[in-house]
């Protein structure tokens, strides 16, 4: 199945997230934005928020306020 271009961008974003082992409140705003742009939530970006957000979680990831 392909990405779509939301999907891709979305992808880099969380890539950079966990090559810096941090998000910011910007970044993750920049996603949220990402993923509600065309109104659908489709399996791909679901996938990669539900991986973030499982890192996040497991402080892979630290949320910077």
Do not use: F
């Not at 199945?1 to 993750?28: C, F, N, P, V, W």
């Not at 996938?47 to 957000?53: I, K, R, T």
Request: aromatic residues 4%; hydrophobic residues 35%; proline residues 2%.
């Amino acid at each position: 199945m392909a990405y779509s271009e939301s999907a891709g961008r979305l992808r880099k974003m969380i890539e950079k997230a966990i090559d810096d082992q941090k998000i910011t409140r910007d970044e993750m705003d920049s996603i949220l934005n990402i993923v509600t742009e065309d109104g659908h939530v489709d399996p791909q970006e679901q996938a990669l928020l539900n991986q973030l957000q499982e890192m996040i979680e497991n402080r892979t990831v630290k949320y910077i306020l």
